[in-house]
């Protein structure tokens, strides 16, 4: 079955950077767009849309909140999601979620937690 899972969440302080990584297994994964999402903690049904990225990786899309600060990219050989996180504000404090819908269906990953603060 698709399994995604995340890794390289932390705490960092404002300005720094962090990159995110998200493994996908059980599918293939060059064929499907890729997206991260957040969430902020007490605000369960709003899951943000943070970055998309194309299945070949040629045209991403970013919430205007983090473009120009964060970059998505893909490793197609690797089956694995990134998410280069720069400039980090405390507003970007959330859980990180990989997901991608395969045939109508969304699989998401447990997530990781960004915590900026200093």
């Known amino acids: 079955q698709v399994q995604l899972v995340e890794s390289g969440g932390g705490l960092v302080q404002p300005g720094g950077s962090l990159r995110l990584s998200c493994a996908a297994s059980?599918?293939?994964?060059?064929?499907?767009?890729m997206s991260w999402y957040r969430q902020v903690q007490g605000k369960e049904r709003e899951r943000e849309l943070v970055?998309?990225?194309?299945?070949?990786?040629?045209?991403?899309n970013y919430a205007t909140s983090v473009k120009g600060r964060f970059t998505v990219s893909r490793d197609n050989t690797k089956s694995i999601l990134y998410l280069q996180m720069n400039s980090l504000k405390p507003e970007d404090t959330a859980v990180y979620y990989c997901?991608?819908?395969?045939?109508?269906?969304?699989?998401w990953g447990p997530g990781t937690q960004v915590t900026v603060s200093s």
């Open positions: 970055a998309t990225i194309s299945a070949a990786g040629g045209a991403t």
């Open positions: 997901s991608v819908d395969r045939l109508g269906r969304g699989y």
């Open positions: 059980g599918l293939s994964f060059s064929s499907y767009v």
